[in-house]
């Protein structure tokens, strides 16, 4: 009983292994997407204390700013969001690579409209400046100002896909968050130390698929024995 215990403690294991590696590689996937959050996985012991559970967390931690001199880009520092209209509803997004439409509205990258205090932000042509308080500006006079929001319990946001959450509980104003005009939020994790973690995994399920073989062996030769008891 002790080797079929220790192959099923094994399999949950690699199976927790397996789960780390998805989200790590999905992680280093959108390296490159402005504002993106690392998915996290801890391990928390079962209920029988045997194998670990894989508990899956996004961290919300603020990114590198990267100056980048173009005058729609913004940062995001503080915690908050921009509110995005999508076919699907509004939704949060700390993605701030923005443009203006061929109709003079403000949108994000995928063409989504950016909201503001007043909906859909159409600019007039002329110089346009957005505000660390998310003031929106063109030659000095006012158009509108971002909406810029959060929930009153992070955890509960759920991520959409391409930078994008969806919110399950009310939304409420972003009082910490600050805009930085000419900049954008790089991705809170380390590209670097993400690809070491990725071979550290792969090393681990290997070394737990020898040791898998190896008690599949053992449990062969003693099924074999017991058949040939006389």
């Not at 100056?67 to 995001?76: K, Q, S």
């Not at 503001?116 to 042509?125: C, D, K």
């Amino acid at each position: 009983m002790s080797t079929l215990r220790g192959i099923h403690n094994q399999a949950q294991s690699m199976s927790y292994l397996l789960r780390l590696q998805e989200v790590t590689a999905n992680n280093l996937a959108n390296a490159s997407t402005g504002g993106f959050k690392l998915d996290r996985i801890t391990g928390q012991q079962s209920a029988n204390g045997e194998f670990p559970v894989p508990v899956q967390v996004t961290d919300l931690s603020q990114g590198p700013v990267r100056e980048t001199g173009r005058p729609l880009d913004v940062a995001l520092v503080g915690d908050g969001f921009l509110v995005v209209r999508t076919p699907a509803g509004e939704r949060l997004t700390r993605g701030g690579s923005l443009r203006l439409d061929a109709a003079g509205m403000l949108v994000d990258g995928e063409g989504h409209a950016v909201l503001g205090l007043e909906g859909p932000i159409v600019a007039p042509v002329g110089e346009l400046v957005i505000d660390a308080d998310g003031q929106v500006k063109v030659d000095g006079a006012v158009v509108d100002r971002l909406r810029m929001q959060t929930v009153a319990d992070p955890a509960t946001l759920r991520k959409e896909g391409n930078g994008r959450f969806v919110a399950d509980t009310p939304l409420q104003p972003a009082t910490g968050l600050a805009l930085r005009q000419g900049a954008l939020e790089d991705t809170n994790g380390d590209l670097l130390l993400g690809m070491v973690d990725l071979v550290t995994i792969q090393r681990a399920y290997a070394a737990n698929a020898d040791a898998l073989k190896a008690m599949d062996g053992v449990l062969g030769t003693i099924a074999g024995e017991i058949g040939y008891a006389r």
